[in-house]
T-cell receptor, first 109, second 114 residues
Framework: SQQGEEDPQALSIQEGENATMNCSYKTSINNLQWYRQNSGRGLVHLIL?????REKHSGRLRVTLDTSKKSSSLLITASRAADTASYFC?????????FGTGTRLQVTL | SQTIHQWPATLVQPVGSPLSLECTVE??????LYWYRQAAGRGLQLLFYSVGIGQISSEVPQNLSASRPQDRQFILSSKKLLLSDSGFYLC?????????????FGDGTRLSIL
């Protein structure tokens, strides 16, 4: 079964609004990663948050991690049409990552 | 800087034909290498990973195989393709290190089996 599960499966917002995506996982982690995938392309690594961190920022991205609830959230502020993509969380052990099924974000003008 | 090349971008093959997809990484040494398959609208399924030349770990039993003949070359093969082998195949690399490292992906191969 998938280690990470994103919620919602799909999200549609207007440009300028904030987008929040959630990820739940099942077992202990040493870090959690978020990736973005444009349609028909490979995944791009966005941000990694370690298990001893609660919040991390990168530009318009804000990631939180709650290890007690085994959950993480990705917030994209002031969204742009170019943010339209699928977003995946990933966790794993040693050399391997397990990806969730992703949130499809549509940002409209 | 490091780059990853994956080809071909698209491929249409008849059922029962062989397959060879190639992935190469530049700008780094001794990377971990991965092959994933992604069904339409779904997450990624790890097929194979490799931590060194000739070292291949298979995650899912299937009619696919992988090889790593050189440090930065990873090949996905099949002797006889099935309809169920259709999908989007992604190659990725990461540095070797403690814990989970970020993975860097190629642009994928869209494989259609007829």
């Amino acid at each position: 079964s998938q280690q990470g599960e994103e919620d919602p499966q799909a999200l549609s917002i207007q440009e300028g609004e904030n987008a929040t995506m959630n990820c739940s996982y099942k077992t202990s982690i040493n870090n959690l990663q978020w990736y973005r995938q444009n349609s028909g392309r490979g995944l791009v690594h966005l941000i990694l948050i370690r298990s001893n961190e609660r919040e991390k920022h990168s530009g318009r991205l804000r990631v939180t991690l709650d290890t007690s609830k085994k959950s993480s959230s990705l917030l994209i502020t002031a969204s742009r049409a170019a943010d339209t993509a699928s977003y995946f969380c990933a966790t794993g052990t040693a050399s391997k990552l397990t990806f969730g099924t992703g949130t499809r974000l549509q940002v409209t003008l | 800087s490091q780059t990853i090349h994956q080809w071909p971008a698209t491929l249409v093959q008849p059922v029962g034909s062989p397959l060879s997809l190639e992935c190469t990484v530049e700008g780094t040494s001794n990377p971990n290498l991965y092959w994933y398959r992604q069904a339409a609208g779904r997450g990624l399924q790890l097929l194979f990973y490799s931590v060194g030349i000739g070292q291949i770990s298979s995650e899912v039993p299937q009619n696919l195989s992988a090889s790593r003949p050189q440090d930065r070359q990873f090949i996905l093969s099949s002797k006889k393709l099935l309809l169920s082998d259709s999908g989007f195949y992604l190659c990725a690399w990461s540095i070797q290190g403690r814990g989970n490292q970020p993975q860097h992906f190629g642009d994928g191969t869209r494989l259609s089996i007829l």
